[in-house]
């Protein structure tokens, strides 16, 4: 159930993004003040919904959930729990979600840093920043969904940690 939780607000920060690219910057142009001010708590809500999404992945990996098709194939059971957590970003999917949720870390810097600047410019700036946002969730999303699931029988164990992030050293 986790999983679906964490798909689930990796879609919600798609939609959240998409308004984020549109209404702040049309306001920008048109001189509305309102959906200017939509800007800042949108970039929140984006950082919120990724950071969830990429929280939920980290417990699915924690726990063994190996009906995951990422996890399955980048973690087993015996792997210490340090090299799990890692594990969440040892794959094209987890890091492309890590690096979504700093996209929006950096969206949620912006918001919260730039009250000197021109509420126009943090509009326009915010929605670039959601326009990649929206279209980074929406490839996660199409192509290289962490939460898919295994069907119809999910592995007993799991593959390993990938090799390049291993040190028996």
Known sequence: ???EFGH???IMAFCLSLVLGTLPMAGAS?????WMNLARPLAAGVFVFLGVSLASLAYAFVT??????FVAQHSNSLLPARYKLTAVWGGHEGSFLLWTFMLAGWMLGVGLF???LPQDFVARVLGV???LCAAYSLFMLATS???DRVVPLPPVDGADLNPALQDFG
């Open 114 to 116: 730039s009250r000197a």
């Open 1 to 3: 159930m986790v999983p």
């Open 30 to 34: 048109r001189g509305n003040r309102v």
């Open 145 to 147: 969904n962490p939460f």
């Open 129 to 131: 920043l959601g326009w």
């Open 8 to 10: 689930f607000s990796l």
């Open 64 to 69: 063994d959930d190996f009906s995951v098709r």
